[in-house]
């Protein structure tokens, strides 16, 4: 098996080095040893865990998350009801937040259709909105 730098290793995946350390610091990323220089050496289990947390990531997982999965997926013997029970969790979150944007969307959608386009800022029913004061 051979083994890369975190330089290296963060080169091929597209990371920051800072990024790597970070999560070395979080105990997401163990390397595997250090070179006779002190410099620290990953090998292909790096490599496989840096691309798990990628992907959770791109599907919104946290990086409290991320760490869960990890240790799941890390013990054969844990249940998948946990895996499923935190997925479940984050689609309620992201629904929670299409809810969130879907309602600020109406509310812009709404102010836009009462401004002709044209004429003065001092008549712009957007700007009037925004600077009533009903809070």
Request: glycine share 10%; hydrophobic share 35%; net charge negative.
């Given at each position: 098996?051979?083994?890369?730098?975190?330089?290296?290793?963060?080169?091929?995946?597209?990371?920051?080095?800072?990024?790597?350390?970070?999560?070395?610091?979080?105990?997401?990323?163990?390397?595997?040893?250090?070179?006779?220089?002190?410099?620290?050496?990953?090998?292909?289990?790096?490599?496989?865990?840096?691309?798990?947390?990628?992907?959770?990531?791109?599907?919104?997982?946290?990086?409290?998350?991320?760490?869960?999965?990890?240790?799941?997926?890390?013990?054969?013997?844990?249940?998948?009801?946990?895996?499923?029970?935190?997925t479940d969790n984050r689609i309620a979150d992201i629904e929670a937040r299409i809810r969130d944007?879907?309602?600020?969307?109406?509310?812009?959608?709404?102010?836009?259709?009462?401004?002709?386009?044209?004429?003065?800022?001092?008549?712009?029913?957007?700007?009037?909105?925004l600077n009533r004061d009903d809070e």
């Amino acid at each position: 098996m051979s083994t890369m730098t975190i330089g290296q290793l963060a080169g091929e995946l597209g990371l920051a080095t800072e990024t790597l350390r970070y999560y070395e610091r979080r105990g997401l990323v163990i390397p595997s040893g250090r070179s006779g220089s002190g410099y620290r050496l990953y090998g292909e289990d790096a490599r496989e865990r840096l691309r798990f947390i990628r992907r959770a990531q791109a599907l919104g997982f946290s990086l409290d998350e991320v760490a869960e999965l990890l240790a799941m997926s890390d013990s054969p013997q844990a249940g998948a009801g946990e895996v499923k029970a935190l997925t479940d969790n984050r689609i309620a979150d992201i629904e929670a937040r299409i809810r969130d944007l879907e309602h600020l969307r109406d509310g812009l959608k709404a102010l836009s259709e009462q401004c002709p386009g044209h004429g003065s800022t001092a008549d712009c029913p957007i700007l009037s909105a925004l600077n009533r004061d009903d809070e």
